[in-house]
Nanobody
Framework: QVQLVESGGGLVQAGGSLTLSCAAS????????MGWFRQAPGKEREFVGV???????YYADSVKGRFTITRDNAKSTMSLQMNSLKPEDTANYYC????????????????WGQGIQVTVSS
């Protein structure tokens, strides 16, 4: 069982920056595929970015060049650095994990955090 806890959300003005963190339990964090997804009110949960155990990253086109995912295996944490934030980035952000790389869809991840709100004001 893997437990995930997000932190770092909040309110930020458009153009600003925010960093989300995800702390994971489990003894084999360095082998997990980790991801970030987000869900805005009335919309489907959507892919934001993924980092594999080999530190290979994938990003949604909507955040490419603005968001950066990193991981610290020694601390069992993953971070999402968000720059040049836009009002359309407002959503509940979810940390996800899986023991293998199965793809970029939400169905590819078995473990999920509770989510954390990010609000970008215009």
């Amino acid at each position: 069982q893997v437990q995930l806890v997000e932190s770092g959300g909040g309110l930020v003005q458009a153009g600003g920056s925010l960093t989300l963190s995800c702390a994971a339990s489990g003894r084999t964090f360095n082998s997990y595929t980790m991801g970030w997804f987000r869900q805005a009110p009335g919309k489907e949960r959507e892919f934001v970015g993924v980092i594999t155990w080999r530190y290979i990253t994938y990003y949604a086109d909507s955040v490419k060049g603005r968001f950066t995912i990193t991981r610290d295996n020694a601390k069992s944490t993953m971070s999402l650095q968000m720059n040049s934030l836009k009002p359309e980035d407002t959503a509940n952000y979810y940390c996800a994990a899986d023991t293998a790389f199965r793809g970029l869809s939400k169905e590819s991840f078995e473990y999920w955090g509770q989510g954390i709100q990010v609000t970008v004001s215009s």
